[in-house]
């Protein structure tokens, strides 16, 4: 059973930076791709970012695009979502998901295991 986690939320102030950790156990899969997904308050989840298994193809959601970065580290089993020049309008859970299938989708459906979420306040 896949269990993935995330940690690294927390409040901070508009302007400020979070780094967002994710890392996943009982993996049995090898070319994965692993998404970081948002619900603000009142909003539907939406795609942030993903990377593919190697880490070398990432995509972003254009709300994020310049600010935030993706990034996998094999030897930490983690992967990171930095995320810079926070803006009010960037708080919610934040979720990270796995795609057994290695597909870069943006689509939340197509990732099979999920986190419980972490919570980003950004204030004004």
């Known amino acids: 059973q896949v269990q993935v986690e995330e940690s690294g939320g927390g409040l901070v102030q508009a302007g400020g930076s979070l780094r967002l950790s994710c890392v996943a156990s009982?993996?049995?899969?090898?070319?994965?791709?692993t998404g970081w997904f948002r619900q603000g308050p009142g909003k539907e989840r939406e795609f942030v970012a993903h990377?593919?298994?190697?880490?070398?193809?990432?995509k972003y959601a254009d709300s994020v695009k310049g600010r935030f970065t993706i990034a996998r580290v094999d030897a930490e089993n983690t992967v990171y979502l930095q995320m810079n020049r926070l803006k009010p309008e960037d708080t919610a859970v934040y979720y990270c998901?796995?795609?057994?299938?290695?597909?870069?989708?943006?689509?939340?459906?197509?990732?099979?295991?999920w986190g419980q979420g972490t919570h980003v306040t950004v204030s004004a």
């Open positions: 009982g993996r049995t899969f090898s070319r994965y791709a």
């Open positions: 990377i593919s298994w190697s880490g070398g193809s990432t």
């Open positions: 998901a796995e795609d057994p299938w290695g597909r870069e989708t943006i689509h939340a459906s197509e990732y099979d295991y």
